[in-house]
């Protein structure tokens, strides 16, 4: 029995070493025969018809165009792309192009997926400055499109309560934002206000961050990336915070969902603090009495989240399958090309030679004013590698503040988080 | 549901040598025979281990070398993604569990409390439900089959659902306020620390009861109609009956169903990962959703696996706790 057991754990652990492959396969294969250099390519836009379309476009223009490349495209669904990611990474099998949501670059480049972009400085000078990732002086990622964020509200409903319009220029400070929801409340919503906080993961960084920025505060120091003593758990921070909470806690939003923007469209909100990718629909639902407003400006300006996804070329990439993954990408930032994924995905292209062809966006666009919110408001999420510690970690005392938990000692349990894990990676190397 | 898996490898002899060369004489037929048997048995053992080899390759890379590469992780400061190379810390992931870290503490505490209570209530409603689908009349199996469903539907659906029942506005609480003519008002129960746990208690117990009343009825079908005619021609009424022939009769799928439902309480995460995320105010994070959420979102694997490591030694005590308390005693 013995003898048989051992044979079979011998047999068993042949066989889990040549599933988790430790053969490294081999990128640099220029195709036998003399054919194409294969450069492979993995997007998270798997269900996302109209965006998988412009990329086919792409790919099939660039391919006829040259005979020296070949693009393969492999697509990932989002909710799991990032662990696809990691994964191939672990098993030394990354693609060599791939894109990626633009706060998770910094956390990446650090670990060595992925190689400087390189692509001509007139090209990334172009683009929006949210839509190119930097990590330590250099380019590593650059994007389509950015996305943005505002407040939606009807017009017929702030003029009966009368509530001044903000505009770009006088955005709502903290006090009118506070009379309007009390107004609005006393005007018969039940909750006037839909921060989208029955939402989970990346979204409440992004949403909730740049808020606390406008009010002085941050999710870390980023003069030097080491500590986010003094910027989470500051004054500033805390003062942001209790106005969080207290919005719960007055009845002015909730957290019950759905996640969307369907309370608004229902009118079951009279606010709806939520992203260019509803403008559309809110649009098509409510017609010329939609209002897209800036955001609130909590004292230190008005901010929006910025970044959205971005393409890099990893190092899993050899030199002539770079040279062509690179060629493909200028190839890939032609206006036309942005335009298409403007137009088909509502989000804001990030050339503004491409936004002025833009259905949307152009300057007669149902929505141009997102890409002037972008332009204005727009702040990039602390682009360190330790940028997913920080980001569950606000999650985390963000949600505990919004149920009811002391605000200062739940923001110092999580600067406490953040700095430990900061120093535990001997500070990602900065 | 958690599942468990046990390994139990067929014990096979190894086959005798072969016999030295013989003379023709009784003795040697029976050693021919004994040769042949032993060839026999031979075939057959390696026929046993092509068959189990399969199941035994995929739990070997799946399950034994993850879970030993994890207690080998729970020592060292690995990271999911890290250009630095992994080191060996010893007990550090251990001390920052029990010192530093007080969600850890909280998803003990709340991992206990959940299997604490729904250990033995979904236990005893379990074969409450199941002695009332065992009775011989009509319309029966529509009960079971009623019983049956929130088990065959999945677990993350049912989440779904009932978090949108919890909240404020919601189907609970609508029940709540017509019943008692607006008298008594509820609260949204996922967002208030005192009432979470309570509420993902609740729905954990109406999704899994019926499995658990479906094992019981199975043991309750294998107790033979004459003890109880025995018992009533003694004169046994309906509690005499339970206490003296049901109960003893039912002691295997006892042990089965409280073993089963312990292991799967412990395992709690679904729930939380779909509903509170561990909130509010952790009052509802438990173990195995904290490991995940420190190896995996937090990228901190070696943390992770030390959780895990003490996740599995707390369910291991348990376990063999409960066979010691379990064990035939004859």
């Not at chain 2, 008692?180 to 509820?186: D, N, S, V």
Request: charge should be neutral.
């Amino acid at each position: 029995m013995r003898q048989s057991l051992s044979i079979i754990a011998a047999a068993g652990l042949l066989a889990s070493v040549s599933l988790t492959g430790c053969a490294k396969a081999s990128h640099d294969g220029s195709a036998s025969g003399g054919g194409p250099v294969q450069i492979t390519m993995w997007t998270h836009s798997a269900g996302n018809p109209g965006e998988l379309a412009v990329y086919k476009k792409i790919i099939t223009d660039f391919n006829a165009s040259q005979s020296k490349y070949q693009v393969v495209q492999q697509n990932f669904p989002q909710g799991s792309y990032n662990d696809a990611i990691t994964s191939a990474a672990a098993a030394h099998k990354l693609p060599c192009l791939m894109d990626m949501d633009g706060p998770i670059m910094p956390n990446w480049a650090w670990a060595g997926y992925l190689q400087p972009l390189n692509l001509p400085s007139s090209l990334i000078d172009g683009l929006l400055p949210t839509a190119v990732g930097r990590y330590k002086g250099e380019v590593y990622s650059a994007g389509y499109w950015d996305a943005a964020m505002a407040i939606f509200a009807r017009k017929s409903v702030l003029t009966e309560a009368g509530v001044r319009v903000p505009t770009v220029d006088q955005p709502w400070t903290l006090d009118e934002f506070n009379a309007v929801n009390a107004k609005l409340k006393a005007a018969g919503y039940d909750t006037p206000l839909d921060l989208g906080a029955a939402d989970k993961g990346e979204w409440w960084s992004y949403a909730y961050s740049p808020m606390l920025a406008s009010a002085g505060g941050d999710e870390i120091d980023r003069t030097a990336m080491k500590s986010a003593d003094g910027k989470l758990n500051g004054p500033d921070a805390v003062r942001f915070f209790t106005w969080f909470q207290q919005a719960f806690k007055k009845g002015w939003t909730n957290n019950n969902g759905p996640v969307g923007n369907q309370n608004f469209i229902d009118n079951k909100v009279a606010l709806s603090y939520t992203g260019v990718w509803n403008a559309q629909d809110a649009l098509q639902k409510v017609g010329s009495d939609l209002l897209v407003l800036p955001p609130v400006d909590f004292g230190h300006g008005a901010k929006i989240g910025g970044a959205s996804w971005q393409w890099g070329i990893s190092t899993a990439c050899g030199t002539q399958q770079s040279e062509g993954a690179r060629a493909y990408l200028q190839y890939s930032f032609q206006d036309k090309y942005l335009t298409d994924f403007a137009d088909s995905q509502v989000v804001i292209p990030s050339t503004s030679t491409a936004a002025a062809a833009s259905k949307y966006f152009g300057p007669n666009g149902s929505l141009h004013q997102f890409a002037e919110l972008s332009q204005k408001f727009a702040l990039a999420r602390p682009a360190t590698p330790g940028y997913p510690v920080i980001s569950t970690t606000f999650e985390k005392a963000a949600k505990d503040i919004m149920n009811g938990a002391d605000v200062k000692s739940t923001l110092d349990t999580a600067v406490q988080a953040i700095d430990s894990d900061i120093s535990s990676n001997n500070n990602y190397g900065s | 549901m958690t599942a468990t898996y046990r390994l139990d490898s067929t014990s096979a002899a190894p086959a005798p040598q072969n016999a030295p060369p013989a003379n023709d004489s009784p003795a040697t037929a029976r050693r021919a025979g004994r040769r042949a048997t032993g060839r026999a048995r031979r075939a057959e053992t390696r026929a046993g281990i092509a068959m189990a080899a399969p199941a035994i390759l995929l739990l070997l890379g799946f399950l034994i070398v993850p879970v030993l590469l994890g207690f080998a992780l729970a020592f060292t400061n690995a990271r999911l993604i890290s250009p630095e190379p992994t080191r060996f810390v010893g007990w550090d992931n251990f001390v920052r569990a029990f010192t530093i870290d007080p969600s850890f503490f909280h998803s003990l505490i709340n991992t206990f409390a959940f299997a604490a209570v729904v250990v033995p209530v979904q236990a005893g409603f379990g074969l409450f439900l199941a002695l009332l689908v065992n009775q011989k009349i009509r319309g029966v199996t529509a009960f079971r089959v009623i019983f049956f469903i929130p088990v065959v539907t999945s677990i993350v659906v049912v989440s779904i659902l009932w978090k949108f029942m919890y909240q404020g506005n919601g189907l609970v609480n609508s029940f709540i306020n017509s019943v008692t003519f607006g008298a008594w008002q509820g609260t949204a129960w996922l967002n208030n620390p005192n009432t979470a746990l309570g509420a993902i208690i609740v729905l954990s117990i109406w999704q899994a009861v019926g499995f658990h009343m479906l094992i019981w009825l199975s043991g309750l079908q294998t107790i033979p109609q004459e003890l109880y005619e025995a018992a009533r021609m003694d004169g046994a009424g309906t509690w005499q009956q339970f206490k003296n022939v049901t109960w003893p009769c039912l002691r295997s799928t006892r042990v089965f169903v409280l073993i089963t439902i312990t292991i799967a309480a412990l395992g709690l995460f679904v729930q939380i990962d779909v509903m509170t995320q561990g909130g509010p105010v952790d009052s509802t994070t438990t173990l195995v959703y904290h490991a995940v959420r420190v190896g995996y979102s937090q990228q901190q694997i070696g943390y992770g696996s030390a959780l895990s490591l003490i996740f599995f030694v707390i369910v291991l005590i348990i376990a063999l706790v409960q066979r010691f308390l379990t064990r035939d005693k004859d």
